[in-house]
Structure formats: C-alpha cells, structure tokens
C-alpha cells in the first residue's frame, strides 16, 4: 500500500541537469537509508547513490556530479544531477528503507542525448 512516487526524469542534453524526486504515498517512520539505483537497457541495475545518518556514498561514475538528499519531514529522497552524460541514460529507481520493510519507486526514465 505504501508507494514511492517518482519524477523529474525527461530528455536532457548531454551537460545539462536533472534533479529527480521520490516521495512516498503516506508518512513511514524510521526510515534508514535512502539510496537511488538505475537499470540501462541489457545491464544490470545499479547503485548510484545512498544517503544515510546524513552519511553519502556514491558510485563512481557519478561523482562530483550527482548528489543525494533528503527531506525526512517529507519522506522524499532526492537526486541532483549535473553535467549529465549519454552513459546516464536509465531507469532511476528510488529504494526506501524502514526497519524491516523496504519499497522501491516505479523508476522514472532519464535520457541523456549527445
């Protein structure tokens, strides 16, 4: 019943900038950690970012580029992505932890063209 909605995914042009948003449908306490994925067609999905204790990691191919944040009053977890590159082009899924449940976003689309 809870739902992680997602948006702020489109086309951009290679440089430009996104910032993606995941919000859930109703209030989920304890929540730890947050953390975005994204798939890209025939590959497997990947970590791009977590945030935690207001702890961040990142992939390395993001780094520099991308940052994670969160609004816990709101239950939405962010990414902010700058100097987008045709190899960012995926689905974004966002990944919600609440002590022993978990939920994922539906994912929304990024393309990145050259």
């Known amino acids: 019943q809870v739902q992680l909605v997602e948006s702020g995914g489109g086309l951009v042009q290679a440089g430009g900038s996104l910032r993606l948003s995941c919000a859930a449908s109703?209030?989920?306490?304890?929540?730890?950690?947050m953390a975005w994925y994204r798939q890209a067609p025939g590959k497997q999905r990947e970590l791009v970012a977590t945030?935690?204790?207001?702890?961040?990691n990142y992939a390395d191919s993001v780094k520099g580029r991308f940052t994670i944040s969160r609004d816990n009053a709101k239950n939405t977890v962010y990414l902010q992505m700058n100097s987008l590159k045709p190899e960012d082009t995926a689905v974004y899924y966002c990944y919600v932890r609440a002590g022993p449940y978990y939920y994922w976003g539906q994912g929304t689309q990024v393309t990145v063209s050259s």
């Open positions: 945030i935690s204790n207001f702890r961040t």
């Open positions: 109703e209030r989920i306490l304890n929540i730890d950690p």
